[in-house]
């Protein structure tokens, strides 16, 4: 069972917050909120106060309804404040709309570390910045099983002071119609409809590390353009020839034949299958001593035999000198001939980083692997 978290921007018109309240409780099956969340300015809370707390517009709901008890309070408000950590009024200046976006999402930030909480987000108050922010959050964070919602109520009752859900019992309220004329509403006439909107989810398929909103779509459109910019490595071991995009590229049998076990090793032992990018990920990079070992050579020698047209007097011979594994040395001298030739075929310094093989020191120790996205790559 999840924990049910409602969140809600908030500006001038508090009846969002009932309405969809309303809403989900008829939802199928129907969602109750366990903990609820405006992010509003000052005057915001003031007239959330004003009209659903202080009217006990909640209290009155639950009770008509027959749903869980539904309450505000203190906690339950996120008040965007100014960089000296006033309180804000209004959202009117550039600097005053950043710290609103940097508050939405640091907030969805925090409750999506919570993996037993289940958030439903809403569109439907506050200025459009504030719904903008609240759904690119949600893209930047969300899980597939979060919610985005808006809720859509009948024109005449939309903003009406004095209306908040529609009761079991009709009421008759009033509504000032656009030529000034006072007209009288049956609230078995309205209508509230919660519409669930779809958004892409990057949270699990990027790796996010800044703090502020502007930062943080930087970071993720360079996460993005790095995993989608990257040609195809196709590597074809009967014609001794590997390609980088449309780019040929040379190697010696042995140089291949080394490369082609980090390109295995990425492509074959990926610790994290699930994920679509790789990116920053370097689990699946190995020490020396791993890629040396007796059952490491035996797959070299297989690839060493594919390069000799499958003749296995080449890869009899590379056994036999390597009886216990391939030297570290060995493999060490041929990472600095394979990144040189790379270096030299390829000519291309912004996409070197990602074919060449890598050495990062993890767990004590070096280890080594190439940054090329897994699904980027084709051994033939």
């Known amino acids: ?15 969002i917050i009932t309405e969809t309240i309303y809403a989900l409780a008829h939802a199928k099956p129907p969602v109750y909120p366990d903990e609820i969340y405006i992010i509003t300015t000052e005057t915001g809370k003031k007239r959330i106060d004003e009209t659903i707390i202080k ?3 909640l209290h009155l709901m639950s009770q008509e309804l027959g749903m869980p008890p539904v309450s505000l309070t203190d906690d339950s408000f996120v008040i965007v404040r100014d960089m000296g950590g006033n309180p804000l009024n209004d959202i009117r200046s550039k600097e005053e709309n950043e710290a609103m976006g940097d508050v939405i999402t640091s907030f969805i930030r925090e409750k999506t570390k919570d993996m037993n909480a289940r958030l439903h987000c809403s569109l439907a108050g506050g200025r459009k910045t504030m719904s903008f922010y609240m759904g690119a959050a949600l893209q930047l ?4 099983w979060d919610k985005l919602y808006h809720v859509l109520v009948s024109p005449e009752f939309e903003s009406n002071p004095e209306f908040f859900y529609k009761p079991k019992k009709n009421r008759v309220i009033q509504c000032k119609m656009p030529d000034g004329k006072i007209k009288k509403l049956n609230t078995k006439d309205a209508k509230i409809e919660l519409a669930e909107l779809p958004f892409i989810r990057l949270g699990s398929k990027i790796s996010l590390h800044g703090k502020g909103f502007r930062e943080l779509v930087a970071e993720s459109q360079k996460e993005i353009d790095t995993a989608t910019m990257q040609p195809q490595l196709m590597v074809n071991l ?10 040929p590229i040379e190697m010696l049998p042995v140089e291949l034949m080394v490369y082609t076990a980090f390109l295995k090793q990425k492509t074959l032992h990926c610790k994290y299958p699930e994920r679509q990018y790789c990116l920053d990920c370097s689990e699946c990079f190995q020490t020396l ?9 035996e797959e070299m020698a297989k690839d060493y035999m594919k390069i000799y047209n499958g003749h296995s007097f080449k890869s009899e011979e ?10 570290t040395g060995v493999i060490r001298q041929n990472i600095s001939k394979i990144n040189r030739t790379l270096k030299e075929q390829l000519q291309d310094d912004t996409l070197l980083p990602y074919y060449s093989v890598a050495a990062i020191k993890k767990y004590g120790s070096s280890r080594y692997g ?3 996205e897994k699904d980027k790559i084709k051994i033939e």
């Open 141 to 144: 964070y969300g899980r597939h």
């Open 289 to 297: 001593v791993d890629f040396s070992s007796r059952h490491a050579t």
């Open 318 to 327: 590379f056994l036999n000198k390597w009886s216990n594994g391939i030297d």
């Open 370 to 372: 190439v940054r090329v």
């Open 238 to 247: 009967a014609e001794r020839i590997l390609y980088i995009g449309n780019k």
């Open 55 to 57: 009217k006990q517009i």
């Open 1 to 15: 069972m999840f924990n049910e978290i409602l969140i809600f921007v908030a500006g001038a018109t508090p009846q």
